[in-house]
T-cell receptor, first 114, second 112 residues
Framework: EAQVTQNPRYLITVTGKKLTVTCSQNMNHEYMSWYRQDPGLGLRQIYY???????DKGDVPEGYKVSRKEKRNFPLILESPSPNQTSLYFCASSLLGVARDTQYFGPGTRLTVL | QKEVEQNSGPLSVPEGAIASLNCTYS??????FFWYRQYSGKSPELIMS????GDKEDGRFTAQLNKASQYVSLLIRDSQPSDSATYLCAVKGGTSYGKLTFGQGTILTVHP
């Protein structure tokens, strides 16, 4: 089944404890992206990747890191999480980009930073 | 001014009516426009995309784009309770290959 998977789905952590949210797709897509969703703010793009080893900032990259060492994986790293990073996170992928291609979203990761 | 702004909801319509959702954007160079639907507790899914001025119809959904006025809209005809969801407008700007900006979303409720 073609899908985007994220792990973990739920995570409660404490301020300053490094964490990684994994994202993997099995559709051989070139493009992957991370978003966070907060009430009243919609989806905001954190980082995106057009291809392996090519990443770029979205609208809210502060406090986050990403890497794209393999086409199928695009982990989101929070090296020192803070309470304002409590949010619902979505990973998405598309064949070539966002100009004409459909983006497929993962199921979401709900992160709480205490 | 927000880059992408949607009409504030929530929007409530009776079953069978037309639901109209609006979105404005600030980047005149924007090229691609999308409507996503998100059911409560679920991830967004693409329902319509539009790239040129005018109307694009797909079943009960019609997307309308007016680049001169910088707005894009979504009409849902014969609204059904199953259409109750949050609708997200997304715009790809003109200067970045991979950046996609979403509006804040409009909650639509279709009541029987």
């Amino acid at each position: 089944e073609a899908q985007v998977t994220q792990n973990p789905r739920y995570l409660i952590t404490v301020t300053g404890k490094k964490l990684t949210v994994t994202c993997s797709q099995n559709m051989n897509h070139e493009y992957m992206s991370w978003y966070r969703q907060d009430p009243g703010l919609g989806l905001r793009q954190i980082y995106y990747s057009m291809n392996v080893e090519v990443t770029d900032k979205g609208d809210v990259p502060e406090g986050y890191k990403v890497s794209r060492k393999e086409k199928r994986n695009f982990p989101l790293i929070l090296e020192s999480p803070s309470p304002n990073q409590t949010s619902l996170y979505f990973c998405a992928s598309s064949l070539l980009g966002v100009a004409r291609d459909t983006q497929y979203f993962g199921p979401g990761t709900r992160l709480t930073v205490l | 001014q927000k880059e992408v702004e949607q009409n504030s909801g929530p929007l409530s319509v009776p079953e069978g009516a037309i639901a109209s959702l609006n979105c404005t954007y600030s980047d005149r160079g924007s090229q691609s426009f999308f409507w996503y639907r998100q059911y409560s507790g679920k991830s967004p899914e693409l329902i319509m995309s539009i790239y040129s001025n005018g109307d694009k119809e797909d079943g009960r959904f019609t997307a309308q784009l007016n680049k001169a006025s910088q707005y894009v809209s979504l009409l849902i005809r014969d609204s059904q309770p199953s259409d109750s969801a949050t609708y997200l407008c997304a715009v790809k700007g003109g200067t970045s290959y991979g950046k996609l900006t979403f509006g804040q979303g409009t909650i639509l409720t279709v009541h029987p």
